[in-house]
T-cell receptor, first 110, second 114 residues
């Protein structure tokens, strides 16, 4: 059974700080990794994808991947109250399937 | 505008009823998926389809059925055999070209059993 683990939170950070969200996965052959943001009562929205070891930056967001440690993270710089949401980590496997973690709830306090 | 639409937004089901949730996409995506999300939980795969007239069971297919008669449409029926159907249902789609597993989601249908 493929597993994707996230701390459920809530993770509370002050406005302007860096929020760090972490995800570990069990399937060593996974090749694709995604972060989705989900506001309360809404559907998930793709914010980052990463396929290679290292960092990938997009605006205030940086995804970090370490396949040897089976670990993927998302950093949000200059956190804003509008970033308050649940962040879902998803890992791609065989047959274009994604396995989702349970999500981490982020709260950014003004 | 390209995107994925789901209807209805809210749906109420009485005990013993079958209900059908609609999912339509105009992204020309080959693959479509149905997920269920329970409060405070991640997404669990119900069914998926990568080609018209073919679909596969996901992790929690019992009590659900689907069809894929058109590339654009992938309706989900929640049957009376599904004993605990109250949940948020999400439809997604992906292209099978390029980054094949990048999935995009519709707005969801919230189903409540009365």
């Amino acid at each position: 059974q493929k597993e994707v683990e996230q701390n459920s939170g809530p993770l509370s950070v002050p406005e302007g700080a860096i929020a760090s969200l972490n995800c570990t996965y069990s399937d060593r052959v996974s090749q694709s990794f995604f972060w989705y943001r989900q506001y309360s009562g809404k559907s998930p929205e793709l914010i980052m994808s990463i396929y290679s070891n290292g960092d990938k930056e997009d605006g205030r967001f940086t995804a970090q991947l370490n396949k040897a440690s089976q670990y993927v993270s998302l950093l949000i710089r200059d956190s804003q109250p509008s970033d308050s949401a649940t962040y879902l980590c998803a890992v791609g496997g065989a047959g274009n399937m994604l396995t989702f973690g349970g999500g981490t709830r982020l709260m950014v306090k003004p | 505008d390209g995107g994925i639409t789901q209807s209805p937004k809210y749906l109420f089901r009485k005990e013993g009823q079958n209900v059908t949730l609609s999912c339509e996409q105009n992204l020309n995506h080959d693959a479509m998926y149905w997920y269920r999300q329970d409060p405070g939980q991640g997404l669990r795969l119900i069914y998926y389809s990568q080609i018209v007239n073919d679909f596969q069971k996901g992790d929690i297919a019992e009590g659900y059925s689907v069809s894929r008669e058109k590339k654009e449409s992938f309706p989900l029926t929640v049957t009376s055999a599904q004993k605990n159907p109250t949940a948020f249902y999400l439809c997604a789609s992906s292209s099978l070209a390029g980054h094949r597993d990048t999935q995009y989601f519709g707005p969801g249908t919230r189903l409540t059993v009365l």
